[in-house]
């Protein structure tokens, strides 16, 4: 078992050099984006896009990150859910670039908005995804091969929080979806609420 236990499996199909950045045909992100019916950056969005790719994830493995690429770059998009205290959630646009030649990952979390029971409000604010590493050599069953920081200031209903996470993940399907799980907590000046239950997944853009 994984020192953080995986919320997501893997993911469905597409090739590199067609969902690339800079390629001139749509993309597998695309193809996903629509077929939702929502507007993007609403809630109801981000709820449909998440049914959607978890639907897509169930029948791959993990992928051996010794097999993955030693040189260029991929971008994905997508979406993360982070659950604050079993109570709130906060969803916003996942943006994750990877350098396959230094093993790095960075990007951000944008466009977020909350929900607390029947109540959907804005979010203002963009948590960075930093100081990410790709670790090649980890055993899959126990580890996941790349890690980053999450970290912000984000502002709704009149709070301010200081959110400090990580974030673990896979690569699935020949590193066509990436996806994975968040810890951390939402901070203001008394208290810190944990992040109860955070998942991202991204597919190639």
Do not use: W
Request: hydrophobic share 40%; with cysteine.
């Amino acid at each position: 078992m994984k020192q953080i236990v995986p919320i997501l499996a893997g993911l469905a199909a597409c090739s590199l050099a067609a969902c690339s950045s800079g390629s001139s045909d749509p993309t597998l992100f695309d193809d996903i984006e629509a077929g939702i019916s929502a507007a993007p950056g609403t809630n109801a969005y981000y709820i449909e896009l998440e049914d959607v790719l978890e639907d897509a994830i169930d029948e791959f493995p993990y992928q051996d990150p010794t097999t993955l690429p030693a040189s260029g770059s991929a971008d994905y998009s997508g979406f993360m859910e982070l659950t604050v205290e079993d109570t709130v959630d906060v969803r916003g646009d996942l943006s994750m670039q990877v350098g396959f030649a230094d093993n790095s990952i960075s990007g951000d979390v944008s466009s977020m908005v909350g929900q607390s029971g029947d109540e959907v409000f804005d979010i203002e604010g963009t948590l960075a995804i930093t100081n990410g590493v790709i670790d090649r050599d980890v055993d899959l069953l126990e580890e996941y091969p790349y890690s980053a920081d999450l970290d912000g200031t984000l502002s709704g209903r009149d709070e301010t929080y200081v959110v400090e996470a990580a974030m673990y993940g896979d690569f699935f399907d020949d590193h066509k979806y990436v996806g994975g799980v968040v810890y951390g907590t939402f901070s203001d000046d008394e208290f810190a609420y944990e992040i109860t239950e955070g998942d991202f997944i991204g597919a190639l853009d």
